[in-house]
């Protein structure tokens, strides 16, 4: 079983900064793209940006400049710094990954619980 555990969210002012974080654990061989997608109240889940085995990276528009997610293989850790936040971007955040666990042959989708971010004006 694989689990994701996201941690960092919170409540932050505007134009303040959050560090997301979320570990894999369990029976993990290997885990390829791993990434942050984000949902706030009604409105679909959506891609906050995704990073590679190798870190190739992807990030929506609307945070380009301002977020940077990175992981770390050996640890199976993926972060995304968040910078200069907008109240536009408060929503629950979620970690995704895609795992490949011992005795499968194939990577599956996991996702962690979310953690809430909140940006007051």
């Known amino acids: 079983q694989v689990q994701l555990v996201e941690s960092g969210g919170g409540l932050v002012q505007a134009g303040g900064s959050l560090r997301l974080s979320c570990a894999a654990s369990?029976?993990?061989?290997?885990?390829?793209?791993m990434g942050w997608y984000r949902q706030a109240p009604g409105k679909q889940r959506e891609l906050v940006a995704a990073?590679?085995?190798?870190?190739?990276?992807n990030y929506a528009d609307s945070v380009k400049g301002r977020c940077t997610i990175s992981r770390d293989n050996a640890k199976n850790t993926v972060l995304l710094q968040m910078n200069s936040l907008k109240p536009e971007d408060a929503a629950v955040y979620y970690c995704?990954?895609?795992?490949?666990?011992?005795?499968?042959?194939?990577?599956?989708?996991?996702w962690g619980q979310g953690t809430q971010v909140t940006v007051s004006t």
């Open positions: 990073i590679s085995r190798g870190g190739s990276t």
């Open positions: 995704n990954a895609y795992v490949i666990a011992y005795g499968d042959y194939r990577s599956k989708d996991y």
């Open positions: 369990g029976s993990i061989f290997s885990i390829n793209n």
